[in-house]
Nanobody, 121 residues
Framework: QVQLVESGGGLVQAGGSLRLSCAAS????????MGWFRQAPGKEREFVAA????????LHGVSVKGRFTISRDNAKNTVYLQMNSLKPDDTAVYYC??????????????WGQGTQVTVSS
């Protein structure tokens, strides 16, 4: 089992930045690929980014490419999502996930509880 706890969400103005963190505990964090997803009210869960277990490979969703960056620190059992140039459309609950690879949410095994990001115009 892997437990995931997200933090760093909040309210920010359009054009601003936030950094989300996801702290993992339980089984060996460094052995898991990690991902970030988001879900806005009334919308399906959307892939944001993923990072391989060593951090050597990353994927970013089309809507965030060039603005968001995923990274990880295996020594701290933490994965990050740096979000720059935020837009109101980025408003959503952001979830951290472990155990999968790629953009399909249903292949990830473990999920955090989510953290709210709200971008005001």
């Amino acid at each position: 089992q892997v437990q995931l706890v997200e933090s760093g969400g909040g309210l920010v103005q359009a054009g601003g930045s936030l950094r989300l963190s996801c702290a993992a505990s339980g089984r060996t964090f460094s052995g898991y690929n990690m991902g970030w997803f988001r879900q806005a009210p009334g919308k399906e869960r959307e892939f944001v980014a993923a990072i391989s277990w060593r951090g050597g490979s990353t994927l970013h969703g089309v809507s965030v490419k060039g603005r968001f960056t995923i990274s990880r620190d295996n020594a701290k059992n933490t994965v990050y999502l740096q979000m720059n140039s935020l837009k109101p459309d980025d408003t959503a609950v952001y979830y951290c996930a472990a155990g999968g690879w790629g953009s399909s949410y249903n292949i990830y095994d473990y999920w955090g509880q989510g953290t709210q990001v709200t971008v005001s115009s």
